[in-house]
Structures are given as structure tokens and as C-alpha cells.
């Protein structure tokens, strides 16, 4: 079964940095677009990056841009997010999600659930002085 198992949030500072991890199974990982999407206390599920199956194309929301990171290594079946220059407004539980049809495209909009159909479990990323 498809499985999507993130790792490495925990708790930084302001102006610091973490990787977040993705483990996928259960699919042909290499095939699949992927993304990450974040949700705040209180708030919706917010788009923050994607990447295509190949790797040959990323994306980033705004609010993300020339900090964050997306990569995959296809021979690992693993997603990564670097996350550098983190802010207050970056807290959030991190999920990562697989998109429904294979060599497609990143999807940024919501209901993100509608075009993403597997997300792992989340990890929790806090950022504070």
C-alpha cells in the first residue's frame, strides 16, 4: 500500500534552517509529481512547493520563494524539503502529498485533496526564539 512517512521537523529559530524528508512506498515514486503543503493552527492547508516526477520543474509559493528548497532522489523514493531563513509564520505541521495521476502536473490550488490523493502523517515544524 502507498505509504508517505515525513521526518525531520522539530523546533528552530528564527533565521535557522531544517530538512524535512518524505519516504515513499507502495508506487512507482519516480512517476509521480509530489508536493509539500503546510497547515497552521487555526488556519487552511496552505500549498508550499512541488516538483515534477523528473525532477525537471519546481514551484514555490510566495511566501516560501528563495528560502525553501524542493528535491527528490528517485533512486531513494524520497522528497525533500530545505528549509532556510525560517520565520514565526513558517509554523506549521508539514505535509507531503503524491499526486493522483502519474506524469502530471504540480497542482498549487485548493481543495489540494482533490488533485493530491495520498499524504503521510505530517511533521511539526516550530519556529521560535
Known amino acids: 500500500q502507498v505509504q508517505l512517512v515525513e521526518s525531520g521537523g522539530g523546533l528552530a529559530q528564527p533565521g535557522g534552517s531544517l530538512r524535512l524528508s518524505c519516504a515513499a512506498s507502495?508506487?512507482?515514486?519516480?512517476?509521480?509529481?509530489m508536493s509539500w503543503a503546510r497547515q497552521a493552527p487555526g488556519k487552511k492547508l496552505e500549498w508550499v512547493s512541488g516538483?515534477?516526477?523528473?525532477?525537471?520543474?519546481?514551484y514555490y509559493a510566495d511566501s516560501v520563494k528563495g528560502r525553501f528548497t524542493i528535491s527528490r532522489d528517485n533512486a531513494k523514493n524520497t522528497l525533500y524539503l530545505q528549509m532556510n531563513r525560517l520565520k514565526p509564520e513558517d509554523t506549521a505541521l508539514y505535509y507531503c502529498a503524491k499526486r493522483k495521476r502519474p506524469w502530471s502536473t504540480v497542482v498549487t490550488i485548493n481543495p489540494l485533496d482533490q488533485y493530491y490523493d495520498y499524504w503521510g502523517q505530517g511533521t511539526q515544524v516550530t519556529v521560535s526564539s
Open positions: 507502495g508506487f512507482t515514486f519516480s512517476s509521480y509529481a
Open positions: 516538483i515534477y516526477s523528473d525532477d525537471s520543474d519546481t
